[in-house]
């Protein structure tokens, strides 16, 4: 089971904004351990969409950012957009005996 | 654009050892650490473990037992072996690479995928 947990699911309406959460512990999060994101549209393999915190590689939009505070961090999505629908996962380093990688539990966006 | 592609039995009967490769085009396989990650069905993903070209590994202390990863590097190719399968490891396996800078580690690569089911 994961050591890192988002909500289910979230959605929204075209245009707004919407913000998934990741709650670690004390021994990934919360030990200072970089958040990555990575988006997962169905049937296809994850795409990394934020890595350490809140860096966006070259092709994504702005409309993705990340931000980790203690042992959470969150993905923001701004105007919202019907090709945003998709699984979205967060990882991280865990430095306890129960994993070394961990990802998060997943969260399923829909676009109303 | 360095490409990753995973290959194996898409069938493996349960006891037995399931057996993938994951062949890297596009860049060198020197110098990375390369992961196997899995997801069944409807659920999330699960880290498998990874290996270092010089052959360095770490695995997930869920997996450790029946794991084993290789690397040859004159192929450009790094293996994943999972013994004593049964129908929980039934799953999408995916190899990657993780790229590492001030930011950690992470996986800008991956490849496509490959169904394993474990059934007799």
């Known amino acids: 089971q994961s050591v890192l947990t988002q909500p289910p699911s979230v959605s929204g309406a075209p245009g707004q904004r919407v913000t998934i959460s990741c709650t670690g512990s004390s021994s990934n999060i919360g030990a200072g351990y970089d958040v990555h994101w990575y988006q997962q549209l169905p049937g296809t393999a994850p795409k990394l969409l934020i890595y350490?915190?809140?860096n966006r590689p070259s092709g994504v939009p702005d409309r993705f950012s990340g931000s980790k505070s203690g042992t959470s961090a969150s993905l923001a999505i701004t105007g919202l957009q019907a090709e945003d629908e998709a699984d979205y996962y967060c990882?991280?380093?865990?430095?306890?005996?129960?994993?070394?990688?961990?990802f998060g539990t997943g969260t399923k966006v829909t676009v109303l | 654009q360095v490409q990753l592609q995973e290959s194996g039995p898409g069938l493996v009967k349960p006891s037995e050892t399931l057996s993938l490769t994951c062949t890297v085009s596009g860049g060198s396989i020197s110098s990375y650490y390369w992961s196997w990650i899995r997801q069944p069905a409807g659920k999330g993903l699960e880290w498998i473990g990874r290996?270092?070209?010089?052959?360095?590994?770490n695995y997930n202390p869920s997996l450790k037992s029946r794991v084993t990863m290789s690397v040859d590097t004159s192929k450009n190719q790094f293996s994943l072996k999972l013994s004593s399968v049964t129908a929980a490891d039934t799953a999408v396996y995916y190899c990657a690479r993780e790229d590492y800078d001030s930011s950690g580690y992470y996986y800008n690569y991956w490849g496509q995928g490959t169904l394993v089911t474990v059934s007799s």
């Open positions: 290996i270092y070209t010089s052959g360095s590994t």
């Open positions: 990882q991280s380093y865990d430095s306890s005996l129960s994993a070394f990688y961990v």
């Open positions: 350490g915190n809140s």
